[in-house]
């Protein structure tokens, strides 16, 4: 049996966010949940709903981002439990996280499995005011063409060293 080598799929993935990125762009005034031609409408493939979600996430668009998700949708913590539950206690959750304008967030490893999507995510944000980066675990189930939960398992943050001026 042969295996597509994991360097060509990533390659794959990264020139699907380029295109997704591009999208946004160009019509900033349309839902973000789009899809290319000849997809079912009637099935959204987990991978590419977890993209759009990411797209709208670093975009800063609230609204485009809860869209992905099931009106009922639960962000979890892996070690505390649930985070929020429903549209309205995740956009108070995102608020600050979407104001931050350092904010971008990539994924450096994916697993997908039927509708469960696993990202290790590493983003760039702001923390305790200055420069910083963490990193996540995301496992994202997809029920109904929508991420139904998030579990997040967090990582490390890190404040950046920047170079002291003379």
């Given amino acids: 049996m042969h295996h597509t080598p994991r360097p060509q799929?990533?390659?794959?993935?990264?020139?699907?966010?380029?295109?997704?990125?591009?999208?946004l762009r160009a019509q900033p005034h349309r839902q973000v949940l789009h899809r290319p031609s000849g997809v079912d409408t009637m099935a959204v493939d987990p991978g590419q709903l977890v993209d759009v979600q990411l797209e709208a996430y670093n975009a800063?668009?609230?609204?485009?981002?809860?869209?992905?998700y099931a009106t009922d949708a639960e962000v979890r913590d892996h070690a505390t439990g649930t985070?929020?539950?429903?549209?309205?206690?995740?956009?108070a959750l995102y608020s600050n996280v979407l104001a931050d304008e350092r904010l971008h967030a990539t994924v450096?490893?994916?697993?997908?499995?039927?509708n469960t999507v696993v990202d290790h995510e590493?983003?760039?944000?702001?923390?305790?005011?200055?420069?910083?980066t963490d990193e996540a675990i995301a496992i994202y189930?997809?029920?109904?063409?929508?991420?139904?939960?998030l579990t997040l398992v967090r990582g490390f943050k890190k404040i950046r060293d920047l170079p002291r001026e003379a």
């Fill in 9 to 23: 799929r990533v390659h794959v993935v990264q020139l699907q966010r380029r295109h997704d990125a591009a999208a």
């Fill in 60 to 68: 800063r668009d609230m609204d485009a981002f809860l869209a992905t």
């Fill in 83 to 91: 985070l929020a539950k429903g549209h309205s206690e995740m956009r």
């Fill in 108 to 114: 450096a490893r994916r697993i997908v499995m039927g």
């Fill in 122 to 132: 590493q983003r760039r944000l702001t923390l305790q005011g200055q420069a910083g």
């Fill in 141 to 149: 189930e997809v029920v109904d063409n929508k991420i139904g939960r």
